[in-house]
């Protein structure tokens, strides 16, 4: 049985690739017929993703020893001098927990777009199949790159669903807004495609330099390979980088990927904004797989990470990735404090969560990491459809501070949001963000007591802290706003609760939200050797211990979090246009300053558009006057001004010299054909042909004639005298 | 030997001056024939007057002179022919007015 879903594997992201050529190509129009085949195939080809999926899933469940010799099955690709790419599936246990979570949150979320959509109703968007057709290729690339058995394809998916995420950000590009700075759904699918090349270009550095030291780029050969990644370890990379290892620098370099895919500061940007997209394809891609694509490249190049720290007891890119993760979630929760869209709000947290995972993994706490990517993907994919579900019950409002009151109005949005809202604060013991994120804190915390004080796992841990502390507040905000009070807008009051299609699935998840935590139970709790999540994912790392002290101080963050977050909005409920009274307290204390910044995202757009933005247009210029008007453009007209002048010249000589030299042979061929024409009628008709004739005549008719007289005694006479006056000569001289 | 050889010598170079003056002088074609004659015989005397005093006892002088005579036999016989046929055609014998190859 195992055998057989393993050797079906390669079919998981086969299914919604078929179902994207399929839409696309056969039921593409804007009929209900074709809305209607369009879904049924996108679900069915992602409903076959998930049956199988799970079967792989739980078959490496109940493998043993899939951690040491994980299933690896393979077809050669193409050949490239000598060595073959190899295309195939691999399975291990980060591929199988990923797998358990991607296909089936894939598959809520398809099922909830056909309600968001508005499948058979009057708001059916005009793209329905198109729509469809997108997320199945997206779902093919998560699945592809989940599946994956080297990084090749890993790129290649990853880069599928790069391309998906500008199409989906910019679904609805015929939009704009009358406020001209507010970012439209096609700008917004701009940046976010553009700027995660910027996080690519790294990643593909760090594949070429894999490639060049492996010559290979499958997991066998290269990530799972000991004795070739403690040659990286030990190889020192260029000196320029101070000694680190040729590990360290891959690593870096391929976590440069992350920081774009998984927004991390300072590649963040493009995610709030991303927002703009539809809100299934928020839950999709920014919420609970592509995002997570990042943790998980991340998670697939930890033996790279780790075997440094096994070499060298310290490995610098680890060190910044943990910096980078836990920076980004303290900055990121800090800002979702001040945004007032619900979806924002969301969009934030993800990057402070994706912050936690990506800190988690830089610490080395890699089961932690890769368990919060699983259960954060669980709850942050019912807090966006939830969100959705808001939005599309209030008719497209998407302020929380004109919402306000929908607990009753929408009942089963409100339960599943509370459910993802506690997980996501890690609301003691019931949730599942509780169990992953405290592993975290937990593990932070344990390197801190070995490395020191003034250690850098400090500075995480405290960060991560701080951050934890935010996300309650802000999820405690967020619900208070949501749904507690009154409604404070019109859209708010005529709210109404969201068809079957919407809110099953995010029952569905609701229960994953909580319950999956438990998988992840510290032994000290649950008995040695029950850690279910640690002994599947993580023999080979020792489990993290656990840590009384940590544990309630986090628990006390999310429920004093929660807690403040209820009293400062919740008890007293905003009446309509009243200011945020967090904003209201922090101008009190001279901090307005500050809570303008959170709102403005401290300003990183603005900046990044004063800077690189401008920088680049700036260069554009540069260059376009070093083309147009300095010096290309000068130069080649400056050449062509000198071939004229010179080709002017050219000209007065041709006038002047060889037409004159051409005359001049001309005249003289003609002054010369006049001299002979005149030497041959004067010298040679008159003097010499005619004068020779005349003379001949002449003589015939004057001398010749006259002796000729035709009497041959004359001719005889003439004989003798001529033989007498020879015998005279012959007798004078002899 | 009473006569010397210069005396035939003298005769022949008589007979053949002679002969000479008449082919040259004669208007009538028969006379300048006969004088033809007479050259070609002045030329048989010498022929013979050389063989019988300086080579008597080769015999070449006297064939010659045969060769000569039966020559000269030959000239006559077409010569008078020729005149004949002049004569037939042009009906003169004047050798002034036989000027035919006149320029």
Redesign the interface.
Known sequence: MREFFFNLTWLIPLFPLLAFFVIILFTNEDTKKHHKLSHIIAIGAIGLSWIVGWGVAFSAFTTPHLGEHPIHITAPWFPTGSTVFNIGVWVDPLMAVTLFMVPFVCLMIFIYSVGYMGYDTHEVDPHYSRFFAYIALFAAGMLGLVVSENLLTLFISWEIMGLCSYLLIGFWFEKNYPDPKQITPRQAGLKAFLTTKVGDAFLFLGLLYLYGQAGSLSYADTLFNEEFLHHLAETPAFPILGGWSVASVIGALMFGGAVGKSAQFPLHVWLPDAMEGPTPVSALIHAATMVSAGVYLVARIFPLLHIVVEVEHHNPAMGLIAFIGAFTALFASVIAVAQNDIKRVLAYSTISQLGYMIAALGIGAFVAGAFHLITHAFFKALLFLGSGSVIIGCHHEQDMMEMGGLKDKMPRTFWTFVAGGFALSGFPIITAGFWSKDEILAHAWDEFLHEGMVSWPFFVWLLLTLAAFLTAFYTGRQISLTFLGKPRGHHAEHAHETPNSMTVPLMLLAVFAVTLGFAGMPEEIVGHGNNWFHGFVGHEYPATPLSLLVMLLSAALAVGGLGLGWLVYGRKPLAHGEMDPLERAMQKIGLGWLYEAMRHKFYFDELYHATVIRGVIKLADIFFYFDNRWVVDPIVNLVGRVGRLLSDILGIFDLRVIDGLVDLAGRTGASLSALSGWVDNVVVDDIAVNGTGRVTGWI?ARV??????????NY??VA?ITVLALLGLYLAYL | MAVPLHWYLIVAAALFCIGLYGVLSRRNAIGILMGIELMLNAVNINLVAFWRYLTPAVSTGQAFALFAFAVAAAEAAVGLALIIAIYRSRDTVIIEDIDLLRG
């Open positions: 015939g010749l004639r006259p002796i000729q007289t035709g009497r041959a005694q005889l006479l003798l």
